[in-house]
């Protein structure tokens, strides 16, 4: 009675040991190298949202005195696709030379900056003839003029305090006819 007992507890434990491992046998293991090029891929296709990271290439202008936004030229202004990148989004650039490095404003587009690209001012042309095209990562922290499409900041994340809700669209004032 005993060694039968023992018999059946241990063949069960074995049942149940094998079960797992063949379970865990059957798991898929994603390589590193495929979760890299899957992170590529959503760089590269993903639409801008706050907070994201995307993969854009950056060159250099030099030329202009006021910039399509109405502001002047100045370092920290980026030409972007409006499509893409409307105009008064806030990106941060952090894969580029400690000297480009920063937080840029989109105040400018232009007729060359198509897609995934922008244009990043410089006061120097010989500096922005050197700087050439180079492919980038940046980070969108606000997208267009609405204070409300940005990223929560730490404390926010931290507490979890819930986004404020967005202000109610005003109803456009109805003509009045001026008749007799």
């Not at 049942?15 to 992170?39: M, Q």
């Not at 580029?96 to 920063?102: I, Q």
């Amino acid at each position: 009675m005993i060694i039968s007992g023992r018999f059946w507890r241990r063949s069960i434990v074995t049942a149940i040991a094998a079960f797992g491992f063949v379970s865990y046998y059957e798991v898929t293991a994603l390589d590193s190298r495929y979760v890299a090029r899957l992170a590529t891929l959503h760089e590269s296709v993903a639409l801008p949202q706050p907070g994201s990271r995307l993969a854009f290439s950056a060159t250099a202008y030099c030329k202009g005195i006021v910039t399509s936004s109405g502001v002047a030229v100045q370092s920290g202004v980026a030409a972007a696709d409006p499509e893409l990148l409307p105009v008064g989004s806030v990106i941060d650039v952090d894969s580029l030379p400690a000297k480009y490095n920063g937080v840029y404003t989109v105040m400018d587009t232009g007729p060359a900056v198509q897609g995934r690209q922008i244009d990043v001012y410089m006061w120097s042309c010989n500096e922005a003839l050197q700087f050439g095209r180079r492919p980038i990562h940046l980070n969108v922290l606000r997208l267009g003029w609405n204070p409300r499409a940005s990223t929560s900041g730490f404390l926010d994340r931290f507490l979890r305090r819930p986004q404020p809700e967005p202000l109610p669209a005003r109803p456009l004032p109805q003509a009045t006819s001026q008749g007799s």
